[in-house]
């Protein structure tokens, strides 16, 4: 893959990230936002001593949710193509479309949703402000320990493939990933900091909608590169030969 290609995909990844960026941000607005609100008025009937906000509660749902999710958007979609250049080809015969559906499928495991179901989302009241050096530090260790025992669980599968055959393989590597994860589970600290009092139904609804704002973030920017990548790395023949019937023509 020449440097070109490599270039050409780099920005169809910033653009499909940009593009699911904008997805997440509507399902951010419309499911979380409102938890979030919520969240933030238990918190202030049950504050002794109400701070006055820096920014306002009407610019951090709009201006600042729009550009946080929309930079990390893009960064990510950048990240992620050039990580899906470098997958093409080595983790099996599968098209653009396949590789990018796939490793955005496996990112969202690894990265996000096994982390979450450890150390899941909090919305504002929920957690000690004491310890939240503490939290932060065991979520990025998990979320590194997940991504490590994915990589580690792929490459035991390709080990595996030539002698027990590729649906065995990732049988027996899912299973080892699954059990390695369960074991941290079990031996990290619990977190468990939700004040008395707190709606269990609000804190429901704020995790699930965090969950829909990274799928349909990973998940949009899977369909929309992949389709993006297809495009430039095999074009339809009747494309190709119009291209190069426009120089012939002058």
Partial sequence: MNSATVRGLLVRGMLAGLTAGVLALIVAYFLGEPSVDKAIGFEDAHAHEHE???????????????????VYGV????????????ALGRVGRFSARATALLLS????????????????????SVGDSDTIGRRTALYFLMMLL????????????????PRLGTWYATVVAVA??????????AFLPVVDEV???FPAALLWRFRLSALAVQ????GGFGLLFGELAERLLNPKPG????AEAVPAAH
């Fill in 239 to 242: 494309a190709t030969a119009s």
């Fill in 146 to 161: 997940s991504v490590l025992l994915a990589l580690a669980a792929t490459l035991l599968g390709r080990r595996l493939a």
């Fill in 105 to 124: 499928g496996c990112a969202l495991l690894a990265v996000y949703v096994v982390p979450f179901l450890k150390y899941p989302a909090n919305p504002p």
């Fill in 195 to 197: 004040p008395s009092g």
């Fill in 52 to 70: 006055t906000e820096v920014v306002s509660r009407s610019l951090q749902s709009t201006a600042g949710l729009a550009t946080g999710v929309l």
């Fill in 75 to 86: 960064a990510f979609g950048g990240i992620a193509a050039l990580v899906c250049c470098f």
């Fill in 215 to 218: 799928a349909v973030l990973w």
């Fill in 176 to 185: 080892a990933f699954a059990v390695v994860i369960g074991l941290a589970y």
